[in-house]
């Protein structure tokens, strides 16, 4: 019978600690193979610093090479949020019918375990091999039945004293985090600028892409966005970024604008081509995903949605909706009373700014996009069904 170890964590990043335990675990136990698993983290947990999912499962791919035991599963990753060990194990159990379950977990896991989701199903499916830190000592097995001993392995290894967070501490302040990483690991970080601030590249980027004036506006609507996710308790960094990034395409000639739309693989409607104003939304969406590394789906979906609104707009996309109308460069003769209205409600700030925009398109004999309607429809609904 195939022995498979399954190894899993945020690996944000993986170290020489997490590759320790498992290759001493795996060594212990006589492991066949051992699943390498990151973690899936529901995308409004995400901090600003956090790497995305495919870094995380490449640094760890980078971090175990070369040990043939190692293979790097995303299956926690691709069903995306969170998932728990015990579905992870069952998924597992299918896959795999004829496998010997082994979940490698750190050290101080016994002292949470029967805290776990389901923890006896989790033995029923795996054993459960924790590290002991010292030497010959006593783990508490007290609360476990005799058959549940059984399944708990543990498995002596010298700790490597340090943690992802410490890690991702080093690297914001440009610390050398090199004596805990693999060297690939290392360049992998630098080359994808992980965990170093975002902001500063993101501001580069910009300012290599907008006139001043649009730099201008896009620096007050980042300002903007954060008060108000600090406002209305988003993510602020995220927020901040998102308003950095909204208008990164403005600029862009159109045909560049038209040409990036179809490469994210959106087929243009009849009403967004005759619309060249809200292509640069849309192209600012598939460019930050295409070319400029941006796998965040909130920040992409509020830079997408920002100049028509949309229908189930999340709480981002509201915030940076908004900020682009009252940021603080921004003067037209409403832009008290909508600073106004924002200040008490998003919800409301976008009803009188979306029925704003309808009316003006509408004076003016032109297209308006059906998003711009469901979005004011939505809202509206929302408020009415609320009162
Ligand atoms: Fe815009
Ligand atoms: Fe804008």
């Known amino acids: 019978m195939r022995k498979t170890g399954i190894f899993g964590g945020s690996f944000n990043p993986p170290h020489l600690g997490h590759k320790k335990l498992a290759v001493t675990a795996a060594d212990a136990l006589g492991l066949d193979r051992v699943l390498v698993m990151p973690a899936g983290i529901p995308p409004h947990k995400i901090p600003a610093a956090f790497a995305g999912a495919k870094d995380r499962a490449e640094m760890c791919r980078l971090t175990f090479s070369g040990d043939p035991r190692f293979e790097i599963s995303t299956l926690e990753i691709d069903k995306g949020g969170k998932s728990y060990t015990v579905d992870t194990l069952t998924e597992l159990k299918k896959l795999y019918p004829g496998d010997e379950f082994y979940l490698i977990t750190g050290s101080d896991m016994l002292e949470t375990f029967t805290q776990w989701y389901r923890w006896e199903d989790i033995l029923d499916l795996a054993a459960v091999c924790s590290a002991i830190r010292e030497k010959g000592k006593k783990l508490d097995y007290s609360g476990f039945t005799d058959e549940q001993k059984k399944r708990l392995i543990p498995v002596e290894a010298d700790p490597v004293e340090i943690s992802s967070t410490e890690i991702r501490a080093m690297l914001a302040k440009g610390e050398d985090a090199s004596a805990f990483l693999d060297s690939g690991v290392v360049a992998y970080i630098k080359e994808n600028g992980l965990y170093a601030d975002r902001f500063p590249r993101y501001r580069r980027l910009v300012e290599s892409k907008l ?177």
């Open 211 to 387: 006139d001043p004036e649009r730099l201008n506006h896009s620096f007050g609507v980042s300002r903007a966005a954060r008060s108000l996710a600090l406002r209305y308790g988003a993510n602020a960094d995220k927020a901040e970024l998102a308003g950095l990034l909204h208008d990164v395409m403005k600029n862009a000639p159109k045909e560049e604008q038209k040409s990036i739309i179809e490469r994210g693989g959106h087929k243009m409607t009849r009403v967004e081509l005759a619309n060249t104003k809200v292509w640069h939304a849309m192209a600012g969406e598939a460019f930050l995903r295409l070319e400029a590394g941006v796998d965040d789906e909130e920040i992409l979906s509020a830079v997408k949605r920002h100049t028509t609104g949309a229908a189930g707009m999340s709480l981002l996309d509201k915030i940076v909706y908004i900020a682009d109308f009252i940021s603080e460069e921004r003067c037209y003769p409403d832009v008290e009373t909508v600073r106004a209205l924002a200040s008490e409600s998003l919800e409301r700030a976008i009803i009188y700014t979306a029925s704003y925009t309808i009316r003006d398109l509408a004076s003016k004999g032109l297209p308006i996009h059906p998003d711009t309607v469901d979005c004011y429809n939505d809202i509206l609904t929302d408020l009415t069904e609320r009162k």
